[in-house]
Each structure stands twice: as structure tokens, then as C-alpha cells.
């Protein structure tokens, strides 16, 4: 690694870095781009993602609210139908709930309601997600209430270059994104260089991030790294996993994921939102009714435990870790013998 | 061109002819008098003024008492927050006057709706304060059975336990009990959409609660001329129909006298008060928070001078009751207080995580007796493992804050 660092000029750079830079080009490009949420301003964001850009843009491009989510996504929606594009920060993933009434009755409708004549171009970054010790309300993953709503884009990076390609796009993108940023990833590093940031694949397109040929871990966001880990220590066992990192909730990338798991023939969702009603449960359906006879098994499923997040002390019980992937990979082997249930 | 100009502003189409151009209809007008509803100009204080002869010694001296039981729990957590024992500590060095004399003011059978910054005030009621600190320990979020001081759990997302409180003392009252809900929040919690629908509900149902909002100034990082352009934050309550009022959070026996006289008034049916105690953060948002971004020292100093502490103090010595036995007893006392909370926080908790499925409903769900069974396999197979019984220790990270 070392030596490409110093022929590429790219440094680690952490996804943190990668977010706040993104943030800061769009709204150089592009005027219309206004920030603005819970201490946004001077304090850079409780995880400095917004750093510097009051002083950079000054206060009317990147604002700090009074303290009310459902008033700063509900006068981004007036901003939005005036031109602009907000990219509004909800500071914790649970704490964006008071906002669901604009979110849902308008942020993700004002295209359909208005025929196409009202679409609103804004950003809602949501850092969420475990595995960093918080206190309750300070963990949720909140993705399956977004997915369960027609006109939201969804989207979740899990590298550094994602995360600025990503970001940009969203603020790019003529639709309402929620845009997930896994916050036990805010600090992981990656060779990564600002001035010439890597092209990323485009919003709606999942990638291989560990080609392999025995089965394929299908994950997202905080899960990505956790899986590529599982995928690391399964060598022991002979096993080859494939890691495909979908990237994009909504729209979901059924062609790449259909022929990841036609050409592995087992698959396993990975996430650390709760299993029961959420995304998981859905990707699985959908992989069962595009490549049933390319299965050698059934879709499994590693999730979260059906409870609310739990105090920091147990969290580790609650999230799906290396452990538990490779367990279930285990179960992929069986070729005969399924029982009811087991297919969890 | 106006559209004034255009019509011609000075031709006369019989405006001033009051019978074609009746007035509203009286609906229009107030219902109620707003005169007596508007806070005073100025922050009620007892101490440093002629109200404090009235103090009885007794009360003062037990109050002194627990502001410095107060003060020294503030710091006892925020060390702990540097051994790794609790998450993370929003300090309320500073604010232990609104704290302790607003839950002073409640009688043993009403309810206390705290926000997590409010340790001090469910300690006050009789917590344990160990108790107090496991939401920020994290070993479970509620440490404690809300009936049994009748607490409320402490309340991370800002403003949303003040509507509970008004159902409670609604509900209370439905029932004939003689019960009233004190809800705290912070300035910035007043801007929450929960925060203003809690008063109407409490000023339409004359509801027996009393909001008391403790502005230190900021909520994070953001200052109260960021968050509100009210002439004050009291200033709200007349909107909703409830009277409001200013004292100086600071003032202890200031604090106790406004929340009694509002505890009183709605227990007499005379509904909702809205509190607001001005007092200022001493110390960051919490230990994760880095207070050198957006203010200067120069206000913390201002504040320092006016500490609850040595308010209190100047009155206790004018009385000659501030001698050295007094006060190396209430030191000693407090002293006592610390060392215990860190003997008992420097324990591991013990911890079953079987836990996690116990209490998520009534009667668990066959999905839960389903996990809670492989759980318990991937325990055991842990503990194989780990033949010594040494835990898989996993310390939890400094980052958040509430
Ligand atoms: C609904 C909600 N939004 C955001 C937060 C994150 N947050 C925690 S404390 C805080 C500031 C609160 O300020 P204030 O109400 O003045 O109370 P203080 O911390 O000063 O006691 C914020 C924004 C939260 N806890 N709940």
C-alpha cells in the first residue's frame, strides 16, 4: 500500500473528511446548495461533517436551526420549491422521527401530488446506526421506515470514496435522498485523495467488494466492513465469499445483486437494522423470485434482534458480528434436510 | 407604484364610516387579560435581597447541602467519564440550583418528567445516584421503576416527555388524585413542536403541570438568540393562555419560591405555569463536546461569580451560620456521597443478556423465544471458549453524546 500512496498522492482520509469535502464542492459549484441543521455551524456538526462551511459560505448557505426537525425539513421543503437545493443534517438517526410527518406527507409525494410540476431537490444526511457506545435513541438504523416509503431515494455509503461520490450525487439528484451515513464509519480511513477524487459508480449500482465463489454476503453501510472481515476469516474453512456492498436502498440494484447469486448460488443478507420487517426480508424475496432455480439454498438472513436498541453495554449481542455471519454460512452447506424455521 | 398609490390612498371611498365598516365580531378579541400572564421584566431573586430575612435557617442550611452534593456528584461523574465508566456525562455544574430546588418543590406523590441533564433533580427526589447514572453508564436506559419516586425516565429526545407529562397530571386528576407533573426542559427544547403542543394541551385542560425550562444559554452549540426571538423564553406562555415567569436559576430559594407558588397553583385547579430559570452550562454539553468552538471564556467568569453555591453562602454567612464545622461537615458529607458513587460505579455491572428479550413485551413473541435461544447458544459456546469465565470485554466508545 505504501508505496501507491506516494505515486498516487492519495492519503487516508477518513470518511468524515470525504463528507465535509463533498459538501463543501457542491456548494461551491452550485449556489442553490444550503446547508443547515442542529449546530451545523460553528460547531461543525456534533461529527464535524459540516466543519468550516459557515466560514467558508457564510451563514446563509450553512445555518444552524433552532432546535425542531419537523421545522428544519419542513421550511427545506419551502426552500426546495423556491429553487434551492437544502441539504438538511438530522443529528442523530433517532432524532429525526419528529420529522417523519414532512418527510413522509410531503417530502416523498410533492412530485406525485403535483403531477411532475413540484419535485423537490434535497439531502437529508442521517448519520445512523451502533457499534459506537451511545445512549439509547443514539443507534437506531431507521432504513426500513424510509424503504417502506414511495419517492425516497435511500442511500448508504460504506467506503470513503463512496461517501464523497455518493454525497455528491445525492445533492445532484432532482429527488428527495436520504442519505444514511453509518457513524461507526465517520473515523475509518482510506487512501483517498480530495483533488482527484476516485469516480464512483453511479447512485442505483451495487459493487463487488470481494469478488468470490462460494456464496454471496449482500450488505450495505456499517455491515460492509463486518463482512469483509467474515469474508477474511471463512478462507480458514475453505470457503470463498463473495461481498457485495448494494450501496443503494432505493432504487435497489436487482440486476447485480440477481447475478451475484446466480453465479454464487447462496446468498446471505447482512444488516444490522432489526431482521423482522426489515430490508433484509424484502432483498430476500426479491432474490428468491428472480433466481429460485439458480439457489442452492435458501436466502438467510443476519440481522439485528428483534428488539430495540439495546443499552451500550449489550450492544455486541444485538449486532450482527463475524461470528454469526460465519455461522450462518455454515448453514448455507446443508444440502438436504431444511426444516421449518430454519430459514431465518 | 403601490397598489395604495394606484387606488389613490387619499380619495375617500367612506372608510372612516364605522356603520358600513363594523368592527370584527368580539370573538376576535382576547379572551383573557395577557397583562397578568406576561413574566416581569426582570428574573425574580430572593437571595442579595430583602426576601431573604424571610428564609427560614433550617431550609437554608439543607439546601446549601445539597447544592454542594450536587456540585460534587457533577464532578464525581465527570471523572468517571474519564475512566471509561460512563459513556459520556452532560454536566450540570452551574445549573444545580434549578435542579435541586425545583424537585424540592414537588410533594412526595407528584411526578417528575427530567430531561438527561437533570440527574441532580431525580437524585434530589430520593434516587439512588447510581441509579441515576445507568442510562450513562449503559448497562440498561432506566435504571429505576418510574413509580417508586415517581420519575419519569430520563429523557433523551429533546421536549417529547413534556406532552406525557401533561397526560399524566390530566390523568391524575381525572381520577381525583392530588398529583402535580413538573416537566423540565431546555432552552433548546423549547423550539420542538413537542414543547408547544405540550403547553396548549396543558392550558386547554388546565392540566396540574408546571413547565420549567432550565436556558443555560445553549443547546449544544447553538446560543438562545439562534434559537428563539421571544423577549424571553416565559414570554411563550401567554400565547397559549398560561402565565408565565422569570427567576434566576442561579438562586436557589428564587428557584423553590416561583416553582412552589406554580406547584401550589395547580394543585388548587388553577392550571399550567410555564418557569423559566436563567441560568448558564459552566462546563461543555457533555465530556464528548468541545465548548472552545463556538463561545469564549469570558461569560463562564461572569457566571462563576454569580455560582448557585456561594449565593447561598453570602446568605448563610451574613446569618453567621457559615462556620468552619458547618461547612467541613456538609464537605465531609459530600465527600462521603463521592466515594461511594465510586466505589459502586467502579464495579462491573452484572449483566445477563438474556436481558434484551425480557422486556420488550408483555409476553415474549415466538421470534424473540427464537433468538433468546440462539443467543444463549452463542453465550455458551462463548464461555467454552473462555474457560477463565473472562468476559468479551468490549469497552464502549467516548464519541456520543446525547
Ligand atoms: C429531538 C432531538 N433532537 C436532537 C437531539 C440532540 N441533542 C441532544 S442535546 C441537544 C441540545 C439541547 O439543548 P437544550 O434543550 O438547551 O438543553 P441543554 O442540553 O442545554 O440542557 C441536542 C440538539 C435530541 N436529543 N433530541
Known amino acids: ?344 | 407604484m403601490t397598489v395604495l398609490e394606484q387606488s389613490g390612498s387619499s380619495r375617500d371611498f367612506g372608510h372612516r364610516n364605522t356603520e358600513q365598516w363594523p368592527a370584527p365580531p368580539p370573538a376576535w378579541r382576547p379572551r383573557v387579560d395577557p397583562a397578568p400572564l406576561l413574566p416581569g421584566a426582570e428574573p425574580r431573586r430572593v437571595l442579595g435581597t430583602d426576601a431573604a430575612g424571610r428564609l427560614d435557617a433550617a431550609f437554608l442550611t439543607d439546601l446549601y447541602e445539597r447544592l454542594v452534593r450536587g456540585r460534587r456528584y457533577n464532578t464525581q461523574a465527570t471523572a468517571l467519564t474519564r475512566q471509561g465508566r460512563l459513556a459520556v456525562y452532560p454536566s450540570s455544574t452551574g445549573q444545580e440550583a434549578c435542579q435541586i430546588a425545583a424537585a424540592l418543590a414537588l410533594k412526595e406523590q407528584d411526578w417528575l418528567f427530567p430531561s438527561y441533564r437533570d440527574t441532580l433533580a431525580a437524585v434530589a427526589r430520593g434516587l439512588d445516584p447510581v441509579q441515576a447514572l445507568t442510562l450513562l453508564r449503559g448497562d440498561w436506559h432506566t435504571g429505576y421503576d418510574p413509580h417508586e419516586h415517581r420519575i419519569a425516565p430520563l429523557c433523551t429526545p429533546l421536549a417529547t416527555q413534556l406532552p406525557h407529562a401533561v397526560g399524566l397530571a390530566h390523568a391524575a386528576r381525572l381520577k381525583g388524585d392530588d398529583v402535580v407533573a413538573l416537566a423540565l426542559v431546555g432552552d433548546g427544547g423549547t423550539s420542538e413542536g413537542d414543547f408547544h403542543e405540550a403547553l396548549n394541551f396543558a392550558a386547554v385542560w388546565q392540566a396540574p403541570v408546571v413547565f420549567l425550562v432550565q436556558n443555560n444559554g445553549f443547546a449544544i452549540s447553538v446560543p438562545l438568540e439562534k434559537q428563539s426571538a421571544a423577549p424571553s423564553l416565559a414570554h411563550k406562555a401567554v400565547g397559549y393562555g398560561m402565565p408565565g415567569h422569570l427567576v434566576d436559576g442561579n438562586d436557589a430559594p428564587a428557584v423553590h419560591e416561583v416553582l412552589t407558588e406554580a406547584v401550589e397553583r395547580a394543585r388548587r385547579g388553577g392550571g399550567p405555569t410555564l418557569v423559566e430559570a436563567i441560568t448558564y452550562r459552566i462546563e461543555a454539553h457533555t465530556n464528548a463536546d468541545d465548548a472552545t468552538r463556538y463561545r469564549t471564556d469570558s461569560a463562564v467568569q461572569e457566571w462563576r461569580a454569580h455560582d448557585p453555591i456561594s449565593l447561598v453562602e453570602r446568605e448563610l454567612e451574613a446569618r453567621g451560620l457559615l462556620t468552619q464545622k458547618f461547612t467541613g461537615a456538609v464537605r465531609e458529607g459530600a465527600e462521603e456521597m463521592a466515594a461511594d458513587l465510586r466505589a459502586r460505579m467502579n464495579q462491573d455491572p452484572v449483566l445477563d443478556p438474556m436481558d434484551l428479550f425480557t422486556h420488550v413485551y408483555a409476553e415474549q413473541t415466538s421470534q424473540l423465544r427464537e433468538q433468546a435461544a440462539r443467543l444463549r447458544a452463542e453465550l455458551e459456546a462463548e464461555t467454552n471458549a473462555a474457560p477463565h469465565g473472562e468476559p468479551n470485554a468490549e469497552g464502549t466508545a467516548q464519541e456520543d453524546r446525547p
Open chain 1, 1 to 344: 500500500m505504501t508505496p501507491t500512496v506516494v505515486e498516487t498522492g492519495r492519503k487516508p482520509a477518513s470518511m468524515a473528511q470525504a463528507l465535509n469535502r463533498a459538501l463543501r464542492d457542491a456548494m461551491a459549484e452550485d449556489p442553490s446548495v444550503h446547508v443547515m441543521g442542529e449546530d451545523v455551524g460553528a460547531l461543525g456538526g456534533v461529527f464535524r461533517i459540516t466543519d468550516g462551511l459557515t466560514e467558508e459560505f457564510g451563514e446563509d448557505r450553512c445555518r444552524d436551526t433552532p432546535l425542531a426537525e419537523a421545522g428544519i425539513l419542513g421550511t427545506a421543503v419551502g426552500m426546495a420549491m423556491y429553487g434551492l437545493r437544502p441539504v438538511v443534517e438530522m443529528q442523530f438517526d433517532a432524532f429525526a422521527y419528529p420529522a417523519f410527518e414532512q418527510l413522509i406527507s410531503h417530502v416523498a409525494r410533492m412530485r406525485n401530488r403535483t403531477r411532475g410540476a413540484m419535485p423537490l431537490p434535497l439531502t437529508i444526511r442521517v448519520p445512523y446506526g451502533g457499534g459506537i457506545g451511545g445512549v439509547e435513541h443514539h443507534s437506531d438504523s431507521s432504513e426500513a421506515y424510509y424503504l417502506a416509503t414511495p419517492g425516497l431515494h435511500v442511500l448508504t455509503p460504506a467506503t470513503v470514496a463512496d461517501a464523497y461520490g455518493m454525497l455528491r450525487a445525492a445533492i445532484a439528484s432532482d429527488d428527495p435522498v436520504v442519505f444514511l451515513e453509518p457513524k461507526r464509519l465517520y473515523w475509518a480511513k482510506d487512501d483517498w485523495s480530495p483533488e482527484n477524487p476516485t469516480p464512483v459508480a453511479p447512485i442505483g449500482r451495487a459493487e463487488i467488494r470481494r469478488p468470490g465463489r462460494s456464496a454471496t454476503l449482500i450488505t450495505y453501510g456499517p455491515s460492509v466492513p463486518v463482512c469483509l472481515e467474515a469474508a477474511e476469516a471463512a478462507t480458514a474453512e475453505g470457503w470463498d465469499l463473495e461481498v457485495l456492498d448494494l450501496r443503494s436502498l432505493m432504487p435497489f440494484d436487482d440486476e447485480t445483486v440477481c447475478a451475484a447469486v446466480r453465479r454464487t448460488g447462496r446468498a446471505v443478507v447482512v444488516h444490522e437494522a432489526n431482521g423482522f420487517g426489515g430490508p433484509g426480508g424484502e432483498i430476500a424475496a426479491r432474490i428468491t423470485e428472480r433466481c429460485f432455480h439458480h439457489l442452492e439454498a435458501p436466502v438467510l438472513r443476519v440481522a439485528g434482534l428483534d428488539i430495540p436498541y439495546p443499552p451500550p453495554m449489550l450492544e455486541r449481542h444485538h449486532l450482527p458480528g463475524v461470528d454469526r455471519i460465519l455461522d450462518t454460512v455454515a448453514r448455507l452447506q446443508w444440502e438436504a434436510g431444511w426444516t421449518e424455521g430454519s430459514g431465518d
